[in-house]
């Protein structure tokens, strides 16, 4: 019998020509370089805010965290849906892909620029602590830069995943996180206070983004001939990516959004430094919000390909997101005992909102369950309304109850409201207690009022 035996040096020679090519990654590699990516991007951000707790006064990662919040919401409203948009508009655009990422980059940072004033003028008026802190000239120039380069990185990542060179976004998670994290160690030395300012934080940050944008750039040039990072304007290309990444945004957005006007509203009604404790315990309750919003992803691909599937599909996602997000939350709640008040004395109050939150993955389970549904049945108006409802009405109970009980309140509050939200996903997906059902029974009808994706 003869047994053929692979070729591992020449099969990393050809991958590592291929890499330095031009040509696209096999999709295997691109899969695999895309959740490192993610991963990096993830542990780098968690070790920066860990880092700034243990160098820096609660009341200046309250500032900071509570800035990054915002940046992120005017990233997220910025992007317009481009980023979606960016995939299926290269194929069709292949010989002008150069010039529709420059026109589609163009938009997301002008748009963030605007949204970026628009806050700066939201905080100055209405905010206290937050208007304190952009009223500095050298904090307003540092989130107005921030504002315009986070949804540009954001783009850029997106625009290599579509070319197939997901390798680009790998490498720039990385270099942007080392990069962070060694600006907080070099800045908090170079500070003449004891503790780390908000500034120094929030540059760190913003020099980190910069950094991604310079080298994506880089990268974008290599790939498509002729690309240079330069305004640029093309009516069709924006008209074209709007249409198509619009419906999407608004139940993203819709989805996303409150969670980061949280942080802001811990700010402003209690302090900067409940701010800090609050945002450091939503940051380690999002580790097990990974399990249902990457198993929603799984499915959204699936049924989308095999809309035949969808019953089946969707009841093996909700078990894989129970079966690991359930032992994880209680892994974490245990955990958040003894490792907050490693960061300091003033964490210990973020234990309990932790331990609230990391059951959330129960109801959140149910609710990426029924969004993959929506998205893959074109039905994106009515996912896009329950979750805005759902978002103002949490952030109205936040209030109330931070102002009553503190950051359990809050963390209670937002609970609350995820569970009422999950069991409308669960009777919209209509699934007995027992979650078995008929696989031939499609879950969602898609509606023709809305406008294909």
Aim: proline share 5%; charged share 10%.
């Amino acid at each position: 019998m003869i047994v053929r035996t692979f070729n591992w040096n020449a099969a990393v020679r050809d991958l590592f020509r291929q890499w330095r090519s031009r040509a696209p990654l096999p999709m295997p590699v691109n899969s695999a370089a895309i959740m490192l990516s993610v991963v990096a991007a993830g542990a780098f951000g968690q070790v920066t805010w860990l880092l700034a707790a243990r160098l820096s006064a609660p009341h200046e990662v309250g500032i900071a965290s509570a800035y990054m919040s915002a940046a992120q919401l005017c990233a997220q409203l910025s992007l317009l849906g481009l980023g979606s948009a960016v995939f299926v508009l290269l194929p069709r655009h292949s010989e002008d892909g150069a010039a529709l990422i420059r026109t589609l980059l163009s938009t997301v940072a002008s748009g963030g620029l605007l949204a970026g004033l628009v806050y700066v003028a939201i905080a100055v008026t209405s905010l206290h602590e937050l208007g304190s802190f952009v009223a500095d000239p050298h904090a307003l120039a540092v989130v107005l830069v921030q504002a315009t380069v986070l949804p540009a990185a954001l783009l850029l990542d997106q625009s290599a995943v579509a070319l197939r060179r997901a390798d680009g976004v790998l490498i720039r998670s990385i270099v942007s996180g080392v990069t962070r994290v060694c600006l907080v160690i070099g800045l908090w030395l170079l500070a003449t206070t004891t503790a780390l300012p908000a500034l120094f934080i929030t540059l760190a940050w913003v020099v980190s983004t910069v950094l991604a944008c310079m080298m994506g750039n880089s990268q974008l040039n290599h790939i498509l001939r002729g690309f240079t990072l330069r305004p640029s304007f093309h009516k069709e290309f924006v008209c074209k990516g709007l249409r198509i990444g619009l419906p999407n945004h608004f139940v993203s957005l819709a989805m996303i959004g409150p969670g980061l006007i949280l942080s802001i509203l811990v700010t402003e009604l209690l302090s900067a430094s409940s701010n800090a404790y609050w945002y450091i315990a939503w940051m380690l309750a999002g580790i097990v919000f990974v399990v249902p919003s990457s198993n929603g992803l799984a499915l959204f691909a699936e049924i989308a390909n095999h809309p035949e599937r969808t019953r089946a599909a969707s009841l093996q996602s909700i078990r894989s997101s129970l079966l690991f997000g359930l032992p994880l939350a209680v892994c974490l709640g245990l955990a958040a005992g003894w490792g907050l008040p490693f960061l300091g004395e003033g964490y210990v109050a973020g234990v309990t909102p932790v331990r609230i939150m990391v059951f959330g993955v129960l109801p959140m389970t149910f609710i990426e369950t029924y969004v993959a549904n929506c998205r893959a049945a074109h039905n994106l108006r009515e996912p896009a309304l329950v979750c805005f409802l759902s978002g103002v009405v949490m952030l109205g109970a936040a209030a109330v109850g931070g102002v009553t009980f503190g950051l359990n309140g809050v963390a209670l509050a937002w609970l609350g409201a995820e569970c009422v939200l999950g069991l409308w996903a669960a009777w919209r997906l209509r699934l007995p207690a027992s979650l078995r059902y008929e696989p031939q029974v499609r879950v969602l009808e898609p509606s023709q009022n809305w406008p294909q994706d």
